[in-house]
Each structure stands twice: as structure tokens, then as C-alpha cells.
């Protein structure tokens, strides 16, 4: 069974996902800023991480550039998932390391299909 941390400073938005993953069979943990998130994954990596961009302390794109930068979690899929839509963010996003990149609002099927793409690989 495979784990993935949910990473949203919104409590709505957070539930919205967290439901969606445990209804699709995940284990899913979660963190509400980029620092609680870093914390949780140096403590025990998941088999993914969803991070929105966005949050306090520590905002989507430092987790993202740390997480593939450390030699014990740089293969740990990163699924970027924000509000911020325009072209730029998202090759931004892919240059910090992203492995995907899913813009606000999404559909429950391009989050699933993502992520199930990313733990075959």
C-alpha cells in the first residue's frame, strides 16, 4: 500500500484530496506549510508527495528543490498542485524538480491518473 503526504495550508482543499486518496485505496498522511511537510519526509519518506505551491513557511517550490536534491528522497514523485495556472508556473514548477504538475481546480480523474501514473514508474 502506498503513502502519500498531502501538503495544503487550506483545511477544504486538504479534506477534498486527503477523501479522494483514502477512497482510492492510499495511505495518506498531511502537512499544513512546506516546514511541518519537509519534517514529516525526512522522518519517513512517502511513496509521494503532493505539494501545493503556495504556503507558509516554507512555500511548494523549496520543498520540492530540497526533497530532489537529498540523495534519500530525490525519487520520491512530487505532484505540484496550485492555484497558479499560467505557463510560467508550471515550467517553473518542472524546474524545481516536479515530477507533474496539476493546476486549480482539477478533476478527480487528472489527480488519480496522475498519481498512478507516477507510483508505476
Known sequence: MNTVLV????NSQRQVIKDLLKASGWIVTEATDGAEAWEKII???P???ILDIV????????VCRRLKSDPKTQT?????????????DRYWGMKQGADAYIAKPFTPQDLLG???????N
Open 43 to 45: 522522518d519517513s519518506p
Open 114 to 120: 496522475t498519481i498512478k501514473k507516477l507510483l508505476k
Open 55 to 62: 504556503m507558509p513557511k516554507m512555500n511548494g517550490y523549496e
Open 76 to 88: 520520491v514523485p512530487v505532484v505540484l498542485c496550485s492555484s497558479k495556472s499560467e505557463d510560467f
Open 7 to 10: 501538503v495544503e495550508d487550506s
Open 47 to 49: 511513496d509521494l508527495v
